[in-house]
């Protein structure tokens, strides 16, 4: 099998710059909706002291996550907010405390095999940090006996412009991925393990194939520099030769698919205890005088990394994420959630430059690591043909938005996707 990928500029401005300590805002607008599943119910109300890494958010729910304080203060508020899905979730306003202090509950959890394993990784409130979000306790939480899980691939790849925040990670936090994919295999039982990096980051790959020389079954794994090598069904057949096939789950291919910066991340938690209150973003763009990465509590607002950057301009679109797969942001009092990875600042957009007909150039085809007729389905789409929709295998495409990239006539296809996929589980 064939994976078509495209070549993108990698605009990496801030990749060897360390990353700076932390921002400490004034206020945070903590969400209790910050991964894929449930959203969480408060267990504080207005008037409330809380503590860095206080437990403030929980469901009953299998798919959730639990949320803590970023930082210690006071519940000034109790309100709703916009998510970029465009769902409307509760959220928590705390004002910071002149002195920031740890919640007394923190401590390294105790771990003796893998029901305890799993739990901690419940109890930090993990999600996956490469974009998605899902639940992090969820994925490791399968059952052995039915799924033989024989390989874990780290995803390292990241593949869009930009973003640099999982490279920092892997140059500043090498020790902690070692260990945290130590733990993984240890209370898992998985055998041998694989950091799938791009070959365009040459330093990060020679150090940790100097750590992995002295690791049993951990080894690095040098993949080609094109987009979108991160994707998961991406990363699995460039690293085993294992097909994904449609509405599979990497386990059904005996791997376990984690983001580096959450493998680290779990590293850290079973050290230390303190759980998921802050991420590691870079800020960038055209207007963003010195690109850096940055540490911040979630719960930031968008309005204090302005403050924080100096911006040349004021900005025509800022994008939570990539340019590839991020969103745009309408709100500058948007929160950072757990799984934001970058904020994109930029002057000049593609508003106003309307699609024109398709001129069969076979671009998008060409560009579509899954195969895939982005012509066809925008064409079924626009008919709401729901079973040609289902022909053309709409649900294997990864929004990784190549197709829209490379089309010369501005067409909205990767969008037309992404809207087919919900006219096909709402029925029409």
Do not use: W
Not at 103 to 124: L, N, W
Not at 191 to 210: M, V
Not at 263 to 278: A, M, N, R, W
């Amino acid at each position: 099998m064939k994976l078509h990928t495209i070549r993108l500029p990698h605009f990496n401005a801030s990749a060897e710059m360390p990353t700076v300590r932390s921002i400490t805002p004034p206020r945070v607008v903590i969400s209790m909706s910050q991964h894929g599943g449930v959203p969480c119910t408060p267990l504080v109300k207005v008037g409330d002291e809380v503590k860095t890494g206080q437990l403030i958010g929980t469901s009953d729910a299998v798919i959730s996550a639990p949320v803590h304080s970023s930082i210690t203060g006071t519940v000034t508020g109790i309100t709703d907010i916009i998510s970029i899905a465009g769902k409307r979730n509760t959220a928590l306003v705390i004002e910071a405390a002149f002195q920031q202090t740890l919640h007394e509950s923190i401590k390294p959890p105790v771990v003796t095999g893998r029901e305890t394993f799993i739990q901690a990784v419940k109890d930090s409130g993990s999600v996956g940090l490469g974009g998605a979000g899902f639940p992090t306790y969820v994925k490791l939480n399968y059952d052995p006996k039915q799924y033989n899980i024989d390989t874990l691939l780290v995803n390292a790849a990241e593949c869009e412009p930009f973003i640099t925040s999982d490279y920092r990670a892997l140059v500043e936090q090498s020790n902690e991925l070692i260990d945290g994919i130590k733990l993984l295999k240890k209370y898992l039982g998985i055998e041998k393990a694989y950091i799938g990096i791009e070959a365009d980051k040459p330093r990060a790959i020679t150090h940790l194939t100097d750590l992995c020389e002295s690791e049993q079954d951990i080894y690095v794994k040098k993949l080609p520099s094109a987009y979108p090598q991160g994707a998961e069904k991406v990363l699995i057949y460039n690293i085993t030769g294992r097909v994904l096939k449609e509405g599979e789950l990497p386990m059904s291919v005996n791997c376990l698919v984690m983001n580096c910066s959450s493998v680290i991340f779990i590293s850290e938690y079973i050290k230390t205890g303190i759980p998921l209150i802050k991420r590691r973003l870079t800020l960038d763009g055209s207007i963003v005088n010195k690109p850096v990465n940055v540490n911040v509590p979630v719960g930031t607002q968008l309005s204090e990394l302005i403050k924080f950057l100096n911006l040349k301009k004021t900005p025509e679109r800022v994008i939570f994420g990539g340019p590839m797969m991020g969103s745009s942001i309408y709100d500058p009092e948007m929160p950072i959630m757990k799984t934001n990875n970058a904020v994109l600042f930029f002057d000049k957009t593609a508003a106003g430059q309307e699609p024109t007909p398709c001129i069969r150039c076979g671009r998008c085809v060409r560009a579509c690591s899954m195969n895939l007729m982005p012509t066809g389905l925008e064409s079924a789409y626009d008919a709401k043909d729901l079973e040609r929709l289902k022909k053309l295998k709409v649900n294997i495409c990864m929004n990784c938005g190549a197709c829209s990239y490379v089309c010369p006539a501005k067409r909205n296809l990767s969008e037309k996707n992404q809207l087919a996929k919900i006219l096909l589980r709402n029925g029409g």
